[in-house]
Structures are given as C-alpha cells and as structure tokens.
C-alpha cells in the first residue's frame, strides 16, 4: 500500500463519542487503536498580548538649572547690597535724601512683589486650563460621570468673572444634579459655556487677519511687516487666552507663544503655505490681485492660522459638539473683505 491508500479516509463523528480526544498542542497522549485525536488551534483573540517595556530615559544632574538658579540668586545679592550702600550714603550725605531712597526702595520691592505674584497667578491659570483641556478628553474617551461634574465645576468656577456666561452657568447648574452620561455631560458644557465663546474668538481672528492683510498689503518696508504681524500676533494670543479664562503675563505670553508653535509644528502649520497658495489661487486671487495685495492676504492668512492654533491651546474644552473653526472658512471671509475694498 502506499503512503495516500495509509491515510484515513474521511469521516463524520460526534464530539461527545467516547473514541474522540481532544487534547492541546504540546499536550503528549497516548491513544488507543482507532482513536480519534482532534488539537484546537489557539484563539488569536486569547493570545498574550506583548507588552512592551518602557524605555527609561535617567536624566544627568540639571547642571544648567543649577547655573541658572546660581546667577540668579547672585545678581539679586548684588542688587540688593547696592540698593543698601546706595541707602546708607544718601543717609550720609542728607537724612532727607535717606528717607526718600529709603521711600523709593520700599515702593520697587512692594511693586516687584505685586508683579511676581501676578506672573506667578497668571502661570497657575493657564496650567489649570492646560490640564483641564486634557481631562476633558480623558472624560470624552472613558465617560466617567463623576469626573465630568468636577471638571464642570472647574469650568463654572472659571467662568464666574464673565457676565456673557451668566444664563449658560445658571443652565449647566440646573443640569448638575441630573442623570447625564459623563461624555454627554462636557459635550453639553461645551455647547452652553464655549457657543459665545467661539463666536468671540472667531471674530477676532478674523478681524486680526484682517488687519494684517492691509496694513502688510500697504505698508512700504519689510521691517514694518515685520514689527506689525509680530505684535498684532501677540495680541491676538493674549486677547484669545483672556476670552476663554486665562490671564498671562510676561511670562505666561512666552509659554502660550511656545506652546502654539509647537501646535503648528505638530499640526503641520508651518508648512502650510502651499494649502494657503492653492486657496488664493481657487478663488482667483492671483489673477484679480497685485502682488503687493497678494502678499497682504497671504501675511492675513498665516496670522488666521495662528489664530486658530491659539484658539486650539486656550480653549478649556477640546471639540466634541461644535465644528472646529477652519482656515478656509476664515480665508473665505478674508477675501470677500478684499473683494468689498476693491
């Protein structure tokens, strides 16, 4: 006989018949004669799932933070012991001159104290909206119930100061105590807090843009351009921070400055000038427009991005139940204000 008339011809048996065995993979029996042995394959949903370890990353002594808390705290010695010699020979040449050097000190410390207590609460603010933001998201993704009530809290809590917010946080107050999904809960929050916020800041995105695309359109020197769309875009951040709660400083305007580039790297924004180029050229800028005039509404379209990547880093709530305002819609009314000028 060969090695095909040797195989077992096919056959039809019962799982419950007392011939069959079913046994794992790496599982050795023994069988009977005319035994029947069946090996189920492994379930790909029941297999271990790898894990992969983290990669701990140890970081050296912060030498440079070292540096830095160092000279700091020298140059405020050397300026505090110069401002005392300074006192004592007013002292010593005019007790008159002494009282009002003495006068003049306390006033600097009392306003220099004023102001880092102002830089320090203006950090605090922003970094609470910044990790309210991520606990929104979280909330949306888990539909945690209780989690949604503390961060609406967190939000009336911000929003008190806004006279505009009065009816939406007398609303969601009445809405507190009801039986509301956790995810339900922030898109409901988002519609009632951040409708007139949005409304805002669009307004004014739009009317930076604006502004921009003239003043760069009719402006004679590249450094002006220059001056102009830095400060209007500065403004604009600090008047976007304000809108939705927060209130930065000195300081805080740099971390908010930081923090949207970062979103246009990571969104892709820096590049988006061949995006900003194929609209001008569907709506037939290029050919109706002077190149001074192109170069305007393209400078408004770049601050419009801007803006809306500020928008993205101050809102308080991440988009769950409003649209996203996007770039065309802001280009649309950019250019139906340039064709109204023309």
């Not at 898109?187 to 760069?216: G, K, N």
């Not at 830095?230 to 000195?250: H, K, N």
Request: proline residues 5%; glycine residues 8%; charged residues 20%.
């Amino acid at each position: 006989m060969n090695e095909r008339d040797q195989q077992r011809r096919p056959a039809t048996f019962r799982l419950d018949d007392p011939g069959v065995v079913v046994t794992e993979a790496d599982e050795p029996t023994r069988l009977s004669r005319g035994a029947i042995q069946i090996t189920p394959e492994p379930d790909p949903l029941a297999l271990p799932v790898p894990v992969e370890t983290p990669v701990v990353v140890r970081r050296g002594f912060p030498w440079g933070t070292l540096f830095w808390s160092g000279l700091a705290g020298l140059t405020l010695l050397g300026v505090g012991l110069g401002v005392v010699h300074l006192i004592e020979d007013l002292f010593a040449r005019s007790e008159g001159l002494g009282i009002v050097g003495l006068a003049l000190a306390f006033v600097t410390t009392l306003a220099l104290a004023v102001v880092v207590g102002r830089e320090a609460f203006g950090l605090i603010r922003l970094a609470t909206i910044e990790k309210l933001h991520q606990r929104a998201a979280s909330v949306l993704a888990s539909d945690n119930r209780a989690e949604s009530r503390i961060i609406v809290q967190d939000l009336l809590r911000i929003a008190h100061q806004n006279p505009q917010l009065a009816r939406a946080r007398a609303t969601l107050q009445n809405h507190a105590g009801e039986i509301i999904d956790g995810a339900d809960m922030i898109r409901l929050a988002e519609r009632e807090l951040m409708t007139p916020l949005d409304a805002e800041a669009r307004r004014l995105v739009s009317s930076a843009a604006q502004r921009v695309s003239i003043v760069t359109a009719v402006s004679p020197r590249a450094l002006i351009d220059v001056l102009f769309v830095f400060v209007a875009s500065l403004r604009l951040i600090r008047q976007l921070a304000r809108l939705y709660g927060g209130r930065p400083g000195a300081l805080g305007m740099i971390r908010l400055l930081r923090h949207v580039i970062a979103h246009l790297a990571i969104t892709g924004g820096m590049a988006a000038s061949d995006s900003l180029v194929q609209q001008m050229l569907g709506h037939g800028i290029a050919a109706k427009l002077s190149q001074r005039l192109g170069e305007g509404v393209l400078n408004g379209l770049l601050t419009a991005r801007l803006g809306l990547a500020a928008i993205d880093v101050t809102r308080p709530l991440p988009f769950a139940a409003l649209p996203q305002p996007k770039l065309s819609d802001l280009a649309t009314d950019l250019l139906r204000k340039k064709d109204d000028e023309e």
